[in-house]
């Protein structure tokens, strides 16, 4: 992967383009070995991936983007500027790099005899240490009796990546997002078959896991997203038609949860800011607003950003003013788009990625690398 040098290649380019997005704000100085790797997917089928990076020495995304043919890069884990991990949705195999993402080593394959392959779709990848990983993925596939089945998987490695190991606890699930604060403090989330929000927790690595099932009123629940830190866990999701918000304050031992009401959309993107003199809770909707909460979750305030028809992916911040939210332009011409702010998310400005052959880049993931 380069990244102090740019290359001059027009085509990829990030140029802003023609509907009127103001260029992202300038950055304060920080430290030079601080990159951004993004992965996502391109709207064709077969469905390829890119990678691409943000350098914040030049202050720009250079333009060396990373086309892949043979994979969809759905979550990336980088340990290292060079070495990273990643799952492919299209093929269910967990992938490895150790050249910045230039060229991938397939090192697992998931075959589960509980549902066909083809069914399964991998969804995240994380690595609280150099050793511990986990892989999360969910299916909806035809049962024995005729009827649709969500069906599910979490895998585990202890040795980095060489052997995997299935949970049991993850069979009768859909998960779609992984969180840790070290790697024995492990959360997954997602949904359980009769279509209620699923938490699954450890406290050992995996070892043993305690399971939650969360219900509203008569809502269908299911959670897309989760982050945590500093004893507080937020989870985003749906609750009918609903955005969807569960959160905890204490580590899991008590929860609280906000509905937001006359809005149909889902909750995608979460984010904790270490602001004083509590945290700031950020949550991204796929109506293109961010929601936010400045006293624990007792109120919210919903930042409803320019353009219509932005539905927020992700969130990364490279300290709590700065960071960025993904998302992707549903309209009439659809594109790639990143917001961008400075002043710890209060403000936002958004810039456009290029297309590759004419077609649309949607961001599944990002990471922030410090070092080498």
Not at 272 to 279: A, D, G, M, Y
Request: glycine share 8%.
């Amino acid at each position: 992967m380069i990244h102090k040098t740019i290359l001059i290649l027009p085509l990829l380019l990030l140029l802003s383009c023609s509907k009127n997005i103001s260029p992202p704000p300038a950055y304060p100085v920080v430290a030079s070995d601080t990159i951004i790797k993004m992965s996502g997917l391109l709207t064709i089928n077969p469905t390829p991936s890119f990678l691409v990076q943000y350098d914040f020495v030049y202050k720009q995304f250079l333009p060396n983007i990373i086309y892949s043919a043979n994979y969809s890069l759905q979550s990336i884990y980088f340990l290292t500027r060079l070495n990273g991990y990643a799952v492919a949705q299209n093929t269910n195999q967990i992938l490895q790099t150790s050249d910045g993402g230039n060229n991938w080593q397939i090192i697992y394959t998931v075959n589960n005899p509980i549902f066909p392959a083809n069914t399964l779709g991998l969804t995240n990848i994380v690595f609280p240490s150099t050793k511990v990983g986990f892989v999360v993925g969910s299916s909806l596939y035809n049962n024995q009796s005729g009827g649709l089945e969500f069906g599910g998987i979490c895998l585990r490695t202890t040795d980095g990546g060489q052997s995997w190991v299935t949970l049991k606890e993850s069979l009768d699930t859909a998960l779609n997002d992984i969180s840790f604060s070290s790697p024995a403090d492990i959360y997954l989330v997602g949904a359980t078959p009769d279509y209620y929000g699923l938490i699954l927790h450890t406290a050992d690595t995996g070892s043993n896991w305690t399971k939650l099932v969360v219900k509203s009123g008569i809502n269908e629940v299911s959670f897309n997203a989760i982050t945590q830190k500093n004893g507080i866990v937020l989870i985003a999701g749906q609750s009918g038609t609903n955005p969807f918000i569960h959160y905890s304050l204490d580590n899991g031992s008590t929860w609280r949860s906000y509905t937001v009401e006359n809005l149909e959309a889902s909750a995608n993107a979460v984010a904790i800011l270490n602001t004083q003199p509590t945290p700031t809770l950020l949550v991204g909707l796929s109506s293109g607003a961010i929601i936010s909460s400045n006293d624990n979750g007792l109120s919210w305030q919903t930042n409803n950003l320019p353009n219509a028809g932005i539905e927020f992916t992700n969130f990364l911040f490279v300290n709590t003013g700065n960071g960025f939210a993904s998302g992707f332009y549903t309209g009439l011409f659809a594109d790639t788009i990143l917001y961008v702010t400075k002043d710890t998310a209060k403000t936002w400005q958004g810039i456009y990625l290029p297309s590759i052959q004419n077609k649309t880049l949607k961001i599944t993931d990002m990471n922030l690398i410090i070092g080498q």
